[in-house]
């Protein structure tokens, strides 16, 4: 899951000290360490606190940066309808970066994570599942009835990425190259189920006899334990004129996942073929954003998979990234199609405390489309009066620090699920 940061501490250097416009151009050898407390919200997930740091090296002739550390401790703190406090989400992670290797030929991004969710969304499989409807009272006094759509996963583990530049084209203010990648995973997962549950109810159905407990059986794989062995083999092309805040360019990646399966009826493969495309309407001042998505799963994959894309990175279904305004994995299946489309809008760079700062406006739409399996299974689609689709809207604020540190604050609304969202995280969502 990818974990979030946002903090007060750049409120607290607005407070504390006079802006100075127009900053100068940072020099090219220089480091942008930043050491800052966690405090970020996810009307998913609660509120988040812990701690992140970023330290950045920047040196002349490497692109983005000559390397670049991140480490993030985090739990969040969610109230359940019955007013009862829980810690449902610990994400920890330590990740580098280091491009320009070998004379600009090898890129390696490396992370160790663990993370624990007692809260683990599952709906079911497919466009159409209905989410279960309980009165306020059944939420207070029951149990079972908050958890109805959850369950408690934990992973730990560790992935590397080596990228290979195969081809380098020369232009000005950008750095077009075409890339092959090479990923390893190995992890380990723990899940629990609760009592009562939609997934207990699911898994129990794989026994009926029928199309349902036929459709499940191929879809739904729920081990308690297991280890994850994966390998991963992709193509990029990249033009853009900046990594982390682009104006212009693109981002193209066609990726493959294999995990052959360290215990039995888990071998499965993903398949992703993504871009994003960016257009400055107004110099670097309205920027318009795009990502298409289309991510398709083979085998038997483990439940949490079904919610999931993404090979070079994996982003959940749903939630503050891919479809805001709807609620966190809230549908899956193994074929997944996502359009998005944000407008960017950015004021002049200014300075405060020698830091350097900008702030900037989002407006955005995101669309998707969830095919529970190749065919069109009907016996897993159970509400037929909402569409086979969903939409998310809104808005947001960003706030740039530095070259590599961005901060958002989205407002959302699905008006395909009539459901809101709120989010502060870090880095744009594409």
Same mark, same amino acid.
């Given at each position: ?16 000290a ?19 407390p966690?405090?970020n919200?996810?009307?998913?997930? &609660?509120?988040? /606190?812990?701690?992140?740091? !970023? #330290?950045?090296?920047?040196? %002349? =002739?490497? @692109? *983005? ?12 703190v ?29 890129r ?16 079911g ?19 079972r ?10 992973i730990?583990? &560790?992935?590397? /990425?080596?990228?290979?530049? !195969? #081809?380098?084209?020369?232009? %000005? =203010?950008? @750095? *077009? ?29 794989r ?25 991963s ?8 004129d900046?990594?982390?805040?682009p104006?212009?360019?693109s ?12 215990i ?14 960016f257009?400055?309407?107004?110099r670097d ?11 398709v ?24 990234v ?32 020698e830091?350097?700062l900008?702030?900037?406006v989002?407006?955005?739409v ?20 909402r ?10 604020l960003?706030?740039?620090w ?26 744009h969502?594409?």
């Amino acid at each position: 899951m990818r974990g979030g940061a946002a903090t007060i501490a750049l409120a607290a250097l607005f407070l504390a000290a006079p802006l100075r416009a127009e900053p100068e151009a940072p020099p090219p050898n220089r480091w942008e360490p930043g050491l800052l407390p966690v405090i970020n919200y996810d009307s998913n997930l &609660g509120f988040g /606190f812990g701690a992140i740091g !970023v #330290l950045a090296r920047f040196e %002349e =002739g490497y @692109d *983005p940066y000559r390397f670049r550390i991140q480490g993030l401790f985090q739990m969040n703190v969610a109230v359940d309808e019955a007013g009862d406090a829980s810690l449902p989400m610990h994400d920890d992670y330590v990740r580098i970066d280091a491009p320009g290797i070998f004379g600009d030929k090898l890129r390696i991004q490396a992370e160790l994570f663990f993370n624990k969710l007692a809260t683990m969304p599952y709906y079911g499989v497919g466009p159409r599942t209905a989410e279960a409807a309980f009165s306020d009272p059944e939420l207070e006094r029951s149990l079972r009835a908050r958890r109805y759509h959850h369950y408690d996963r934990a992973i730990v583990g &560790g992935r590397a /990425f080596l990228r290979f530049t !195969v #081809l380098k084209l020369a232009a %000005e =203010g950008e @750095d *077009p190259r075409l890339e092959v990648y090479d990923g390893t995973q190995v992890s380990y997962v723990w899940r629990e189920v609760y009592p009562g549950s939609k997934l207990v109810r699911d898994i129990a159905a794989r026994r009926e006899a029928g199309p349902k407990g036929d459709a499940l059986r191929a879809l739904l794989h729920t081990p308690e334990t297991y280890p994850l062995i994966a390998k991963s083999f992709g193509l990029l092309w990249d033009d853009r004129d900046h990594e982390f805040a682009p104006s212009r360019g693109s981002f193209t990646e066609i990726g493959v996942r294999l995990s052959p399966g360290a215990i039995e009826r888990l071998s499965h493969a993903r398949l992703h073929v993504a871009t994003r495309w960016f257009a400055p309407f107004f110099r670097d001042y309205l920027v318009f954003a795009h990502r298409a998505a289309l991510d398709v799963l083979g085998g038997d994959a483990p439940v949490d998979e079904l919610t999931q894309i993404g090979v070079l990175q994996s982003e959940d279904f749903g939630g503050s990234v891919t479809i805001r305004g709807v609620p966190l994995r809230r549908f899956g299946g193994r074929l997944k199609l996502l359009g998005q489309a944000e407008l960017r809008g950015s004021f002049p760079w200014f300075e405060v405390l020698e830091q350097r700062l900008q702030i900037g406006v989002v407006a955005f739409v995101d669309a998707a489309r969830v095919w529970a399996d190749f065919d069109s299974t009907p016996a897993l689609d159970e509400d037929f009066d909402r569409p086979p689709f969903t939409l998310g809207t809104g808005g947001g604020l960003r706030i740039r620090w530095a070259d590599t540190f961005i901060m958002r604050a989205d407002g959302a609304y699905s008006p395909t699920e009539d459901s809101t969202g709120i989010y502060v995280d870090v880095g744009h969502a594409f």
